[in-house]
């Protein structure tokens, strides 16, 4: 019998989520674990792996199962590790899918959050039937998953896709982003990011503005786009350059992969048009010629609550019934 | 029978050279017509076609050749057509790979000529064995091929890797690039953005340069190439310059594929050292923690004259010997 259901697991630096998945991709039941409460991986593991037995048992056991796909910090799709994260508990090189597999008894397969997207919108999103488009993922950070001629791409080493950490700004006055450098998009375009340049503009201009009612240190990206929507003329602007600085690195972007289209997805996209309307201006302004208007701009399509661990689990449908059971 | 050989046509908007390779990537033999003389294309292809069969027919004949492989500014491997090309004699769209397998009888496949010299790399170049690379040629502009998983990404129009228009510089007194767009990391890191930044560099500045003995219109890249051997610091100076901005871009090139390595390949790559410490140096710098000092930045093994044959050879090593004769 052909295996109908896949799990997902979304790992987050605060929470793990993940949930059981059908091929037309409903979320048949989740559930969910604090991350940060388990400093021991192999407590993490047994607990996480114990949670998503519950909710296999619930749908007719392990037998209905193909195999796990995991959406991780810093998963390395080649080896199955997460290595390095710089938010998990856990330092080094953690061998994650060797260690779900071995207890879950099906295959088991790990990549990094934006790969993971790229994966669900490619299989039941806004990409289905794309062979060629570019993820962009603006939440707390900017993450990347690149799909050429329908594969994602992990390059040489299985990191590929790091595009948060290409540079906008290259002078020695750009920001500091998290990852040690300066002048990332990352810290410009992110939900973060967002924040940091109302706080910028607020503590060097006197511009007038209804943001100036709260803590300066306070200010979300959410604030600043509910003080856009009442007409604040400042919070507007915060959008407009945002767009336009990320506009300018997706001109960049298409002219290395020339994708049919890029599909933005994650908190910052709830800002709708006050955000697409500069970024499409910029990206077009900025393109090669012969792509100007012709990349398509999309938000992501999938829900946001079910987005990343659908994405993980579409890493595992190609999986074969009888597979080796670990990578 | 195997056929044992495959033509190469390098295509440039002066002169078209083409010449018949073997599996170990020996030229044969070669040719050349001007491209300029013929502004009708079909008087073009007629006369391209005899020339490359008197090479053919010295070989034995076309019964042992297994296709045709060119490389022209704007070829699209997908439609083999060459598109809308500015340095070429011929407006419009031109059925190159269509035209030239009438008249030879045998397939042709056509791609621009960053992207053919890539696959001539990995054929038989620096990127043998590799599966990951990118490809940037340093010539009067810059251009790229990028190889994914052992593939050139072509994209979903075919036209991916237009990487010399990526941006550098973004302010508005950044230089103007041929693409019309300014501040492309082409208007800099060419052999003619060099001779540009010598020429900008002594009018603007009134340093001393052994440079100054030519009429600043003239200078080309060459002659700052012997000048900064003479020990000219001014001249060292723009070398320096030009691998810090082209090192800069390369590390957003890595963020996006994660390649395991990237291969310098055309004229400016006769200056060597003097380029590459401060190409490499820069890259470094700027390029996403992990993969700092890992990615090898390495300039191309294969001889100058033959390179671009060989690397439009290289497109048709996998046609069948009875496949269809178009495309």
Redesign the interface.
Known sequence: MEKPYVIGIDMGGTNTKFGLVDARGNVLNSSSIKTQQYTDINLYCDTLCHEMMKLVDAQGGIDLVRGVGAGAPNGNYYTGNIE?AANLPWKGIVPFSEMISERMGVPCRTTNDANAAAMGEMTYGAAKGM??FIMITLGTGVGSG?V??G?V???????????G??????DSSARLCG???RGCIEAYASANGVARTAQEWLQTTDRPSILRQLPIADITSKDVFDAAMQGDELAKEIFQYTGTLLG?KL???I??????AIILFGGLTKAGDILKRPIEESMNQ?V????KN?VKLLFSTLKDSDAAILGASALVWDVQAHAPMSK
């Not at 090669?288 to 792509?291: E, P």
């Open positions: 390095n062979k060629n690149i050429i001629d594969k791409v992990y390059g040489h080493d299985g990191f590929a896709g790091e595009l950490h290409t540079k906008i700004i290259r990852c040690g450098q300018q001109a960049d972007f002219a290395f992969s020339a994708p049919e900025n090669v010629r012969f792509w012709k």
